[in-house]
């Protein structure tokens, strides 16, 4: 028996199954993604509502305004620092 035998028989075992309440949410998280999925294919994207950008933006992570120079050489321009204390110690 091939895998796409094995698949076929895994859904005909399945048809009329109840999902299990540990498995909803995911369920209908899937569901959601392939609903949306099939509307984008069908009707190509749609436009954003103002309800999707903000609920996006709230996603987002939020940054500190100040930045900590010591824990991250990598914002800081080190070599304008070296060359600094090289003129000082000439």
């Known amino acids: 028996?091939?895998?796409i035998d094995l698949i076929k028989q895994a859904?005909?075992?399945a048809e009329g199954s109840k999902i299990a309440p540990q498995f909803k949410s995911l369920f209908e998280e899937l569901r959601a993604e392939q609903l949306?999925?099939?509307l984008v294919v069908e009707?190509?994207?749609v436009e954003a509502k103002q309800e999707d950008i903000?609920?996006?933006f709230e996603s987002l992570p939020?940054?500190?305004e100040e930045e900590d120079f010591d824990a991250d050489e990598n914002l800081v321009d080190m070599d304008a620092v070296s060359s600094f204390w090289h003129e000082l110690e000439s």
């Open 43 to 45: 009707h190509g994207l």
């Open 54 to 56: 903000e609920e996006e």
């Open 62 to 64: 939020v940054e500190d």
């Open 11 to 13: 859904v005909d075992n």
């Open 36 to 38: 949306a999925e099939k």
């Open 1 to 3: 028996m091939n895998n």
